[in-house]
């Protein structure tokens, strides 16, 4: 299942290093985010849920970026 989000993000290269800490995440397939755009991809694997992963996101990406915001 693929979801679009926009986000809130500060910086190119902190937007990079959210896009390889969420790809890591067990759960999600693929994550693709555009700084210019402010917009977030991602590709869940079959049956995750997603709220419970999008909380799980914010709180990994809220390491490397603290201002870094999900809308869904």
Request: with cysteine; hydrophobic share 40%.
């Amino acid at each position: 299942m693929q979801k679009k989000y926009s986000i809130e993000v500060d910086c190119a290269n902190c937007a990079a290093a959210v896009e390889r800490k969420l790809s890591e995440l067990e759960g999600i397939e693929k994550v693709s985010i555009s700084f210019m755009a402010q917009k977030m991809i991602v590709d869940y694997a079959e049956g995750v849920d997603e709220k419970g992963k999008l909380k799980e996101m914010l709180k990994v990406a809220r390491k490397i970026e603290p201002d870094f915001e999900i809308e869904d």
